[in-house]
């Protein structure tokens, strides 16, 4: 957490509480009897512009240099490769924000590469639209926007990198997406209901995080208004001002009132 922190101060940015709670979670919930960490899958989901793509630019630097992983490798996926870029870009900048870092990490634009300059390790982009998806090994991955993935060979990479984590100790493979529609991406319906199942306690899954920020479904189903709420928009965004984060509630108000008008924004 403390590196987590650290890491965000770089760039001016505020370790906000559901990023703390994530990092505890997922990098501090250990395995007693093998001193391993506990997940091995992790879904976080909330609304659009909540910082998922700067909080998981740390993620593959703490992995390679802090962790006790024999030849980390760390890949980020996404539908395209802009897209995939995300995540990595977020990483960059806070190499870059950093002489120490800058030290201990090599970063290669032009390859969308971070290499660990005294380490085997490193982290690497790969994307459905791209041809350099085959051989791709894997201690640490994370899936931008799931949401997107809804075609077969989109589908093929997310799962050739989950596979490509065999072998490891203890691999984590993280998907961080906004809410789907359910006609269009079979992955995300799918990952989002399993992560329901956990999370309500219908499936026994203990080595799976989720963490998912959303207005409640069962009052949505019983008002029809709620959406419009005040509580609705707090459930949907922990980065929220009320939350001790940026996002004001003026802005979601704006676009609300957009929302109403234009019900295809609406979801």
């Known amino acids: 957490v403390n ?44 609304a659009k512009k909540n910082g998922k793509s700067a909080f998981c ?33 977020s990483a960059a900048l806070l190499v870059d924000s950093s002489p120490l870092m800058q ?43 799931l949401h997107r993935f809804k075609s077969q060979k989109e589908e093929g990479i997310r799962d050739a990198v989950n596979r490509a984590t065999r072998g490891r100790k203890h691999p984590l493979g993280i998907d961080i997406t906004t809410a789907g529609d359910p006609t269009e ?4 319906l799918n990952e989002y209901a399993y992560a329901c199942g956990v999370r309500d306690g219908t499936v026994k899954d203990r080595r799976y995080y989720v963490r998912i920020h959303e207005a409640d479904p069962d009052r949505l189903k019983a008002d029809p208004n709620f959406w419009k709420s005040k509580e609705a928009r707090l459930q949907g965004n ?20 957009r929302a109403v008008q234009i019900p295809t924004e609406q979801r």
């Open 185 to 188: 991406s079979r992955l995300w």
């Open 3 to 46: 590196h987590l922190k650290w890491c965000m101060s770089l760039i001016g940015f505020k370790a906000l509480p559901w990023m703390v709670e994530t990092t505890r979670a997922l990098f501090g919930t250990i395995e007693v009897d093998t001193g391993l960490r506990r997940y091995r899958r992790a879904h976080i989901s909330m």
């Open 103 to 145: 030290r201990t990490f090599e970063v290669i634009k032009s390859s969308k590469t971070i290499r660990h300059r005294s380490k085997a390790g490193r982290y690497e982009v790969l994307s459905a639209d791209g041809d350099r998806n085959d051989g791709v090994r894997a201690s640490l991955w994370i899936c931008d926007e």
């Open 57 to 89: 630019g740390w993620l593959p630097l703490y992995h390679i240099d802090q962790e006790n992983e024999v030849d980390p490798r760390v890949v980020g996926i996404a539908t395209t490769r802009k897209q995939a870029s995300e995540v990595f870009d």
């Open 238 to 257: 922990p980065s929220h001002e009320d939350h001790g984060g940026y996002i004001t509630d003026e802005e979601l108000v704006a676009d609300l009132e």
